[in-house]
């Protein structure tokens, strides 16, 4: 059959009731467009474009080399036409790469190329469209390796095909050249590569190689990162604390910075040990090393051991490489315990050993290695008392508190309720595109006379709250949380020394309208007769 007779339709040969699909009696599979685009999308994510181009060259390059051997053994007659550049072209239209437009074929030994084919409708082109948008290179790798498979077995020696015209490039069609080898000097050169037979387990270790280099410049830039943090952001609550209480932590963590001794960080939840933590951190000679954090409170205890730790390659399911813990990586610097209170006994026990042997064992790992790290820990539970109910081992509660820091609660120190505040809404308004400066009276009283139970925390979701629903420069007392604003009075020396009169109308203001502005209740609820009531408000008796 030469190459004018053939059908498709004869070709393809399949059960109308499904089954077995073969072409030239070949077994084919069909997937439809979009899943071969999300493979593909897929693939190169995790492969890279470098990679997923040379096992997808390698795979269309044979494609095209074994479909030519097919022909040549099923259609002998068409196949003895090849050379005059029909059946390529169509064996291409047929397996759904596009629709060949243009095509020419020369002896291919002088600068003209030996086949050149324009094609449209490129299916690579139009899912890389569909999922890249413009490229800047051509991107039907598929199509000329598929022809230069398909034309070095044609020939009988190698035979290269570049697209240089491409719609996915934003040109009128997408047009690929083929010549021999030889014939195309410097230009091939950036291409060979892409065609080298590498073993995929070359290919695998090369990815490996890459991504363990990708891994361990990643830990520098965290390390960089947290440094430059800790540099921005390490007097971050505390360069602007006014009160006494607060003043006197910060002395105390000053000293405490130039020994290595541990540290336990004690305090209401919220109140800022982490950074209190930092601020000891970068005032410290191991200020240039890094500060590494972990909730031990927030992971089980297998993944709090494999964190810490680390573990070694097979030591369990999935530990296919070995895995540097917290540990080691903070090598020089500070390992900072959040919520210590809350690790198992058995948790307990290795940390004890680490604090007094100065050493750790990776899991799945027999010998120990030395460590060079301070230790601060922080908790919000009261650990004497778990010491006393036996759920807290007591030699390891007085390794971790060589020295303790007690951050007092913010309701304690309402002196650096506004400056931190004030502090906290700047950035805020800033990454929100809006010109808030500060708080009106009204609403400064309000954050004043909040008990702030959840601390600095809450004050910065409180403000966060407040500068979403401002709508002028200033925060109004309509834009605080409601539990803010609706809380009932509490006076403060934020503002000055006020007289008792004054402070004692204040509170009964605040009491009366908690009570829904009912006075006989608020009266009963004083200890005080209607008439003193209206006498203290100076209010006319009704």
């Not at 439809?32 to 693939?43: C, E, F, I």
């Not at 719609?167 to 083929?178: L, V």
């Not at 500060?291 to 810490?308: I, M, P, Y």
Request: charged share 30%; aromatic share 8%; net charge neutral.
């Amino acid at each position: 059959m030469k190459t004018s007779d053939l059908d498709f339709r004869e070709l393809l040969s399949f059960n109308p009731k499904g089954g077995v699909i073969r072409f030239l009696g070949q077994r084919v599979y069909l997937m439809d467009a979009a899943a071969q685009s999300l493979l593909r999308k897929d693939l190169l994510e995790v492969l890279g474009p470098e990679t997923f181009r040379i096992i997808f060259t390698r795979a269309s390059y044979a494609h095209g080399w074994r479909l030519a051997q097919t022909v040549e053994k099923e259609m002998p007659e068409a196949w003895a036409e090849a050379k005059q550049g029909e059946l390529g072209p169509l064996l291409s239209a047929w397996h759904g790469i596009g629709e060949i437009v243009g095509r020419r074929r020369t002896d291919g030994l002088g600068d003209e190329p030996l086949v050149e084919t324009i094609m449209k409708d490129s299916y690579e082109a139009e899912q890389h469209l569909m999922l890249s948008g413009l490229s800047k290179e051509a991107v039907c790798w598929r199509h000329a390796a598929f022809a230069s498979g398909y034309v070095s077995y044609l020939e009988g020696r190698e035979v290269y095909f570049i697209e240089d015209k491409c719609i996915a490039k934003g040109d009128e069609f997408c047009r690929i050249r083929g010549k021999f080898r030889e014939q195309w000097g410097p230009e091939l050169e950036p291409y060979l590569p892409y065609y080298q037979m590498k073993p995929v387990e070359s290919i695998c270790d090369d990815l490996r190689r890459k991504l363990l280099g990708t891994e361990k410049r990643l830990r520098n830039y965290r390390h960089d990162l947290g440094y430059l943090r800790n540099e921005c952001e390490g007097s971050h609550y505390y360069s602007i604390s006014r009160s006494v209480a607060m003043q006197k932590v910060l002395e105390f963590a000053s000293l405490v910075s130039e020994v290595d001794s541990s540290v336990l960080i004690t305090g209401e939840s919220g109140v800022g040990k982490e950074q209190m933590a930092l601020q000891v951190h970068r005032q410290s000679r191991r200020a240039k090393k890094p500060f590494l954090a972990v909730n031990c409170g927030a992971l089980s205890e297998t993944l709090l051991d494999s964190e810490l730790f680390g573990h070694v390659k097979g030591a369990f399911t999935g530990a296919d490489r070995d895995r540097v813990g917290l540990f080691e990586a903070a090598a020089g610097g500070t390992l900072f315990l959040d919520e210590v209170g809350e690790v198992s006994s058995a948790m307990q026990v290795k940390l004890l050993r680490t604090l007094q042997e100065r050493e750790i064992r990776r899991i799945g790992e027999n010998a120990s290695r030395k460590i060079d790290v301070r230790i601060i820990s922080a908790t919000n539970r009261k650990l004497s008392e778990a010491v006393a109910s036996g759920s807290f081992r007591q030699d390891l509660y007085y390794r971790l508190k060589v020295i303790e820091l007690k951050i007092p609660p913010l309701r304690e120190r309402t002196e650096d309720i506004l400056p931190l505040a004030r502090f906290i809404l700047a950035p805020l308004a800033k990454g929100m595109h809006k010109r808030v400066t500060g708080f009106t009276h009204k609403a400064a009283d309000k954050l004043l006379g909040y008990l702030w139970p959840g601390n600095i925390r809450e004050l910065q979701n409180a403000i966060e709250y407040a500068v979403v629903l401002c709508r002028g420069n200033q925060v109004e007392l309509e834009d605080l949380p409601p539990e803010v604003r609706e809380a009932t009075f509490r006076p403060s020396t934020a503002f000055g020394i006020r007289s008792l009169e004054s402070v004692e109308r204040e509170y009964i203001q605040s009491v009366l309208h908690a009570l829904g502005d009912n006075k006989a209740r608020t009266a009963e609820q004083l200890g005080i007769s209607l008439a003193t009531l209206y006498r203290k408000l100076k209010l006319e008796s009704p």
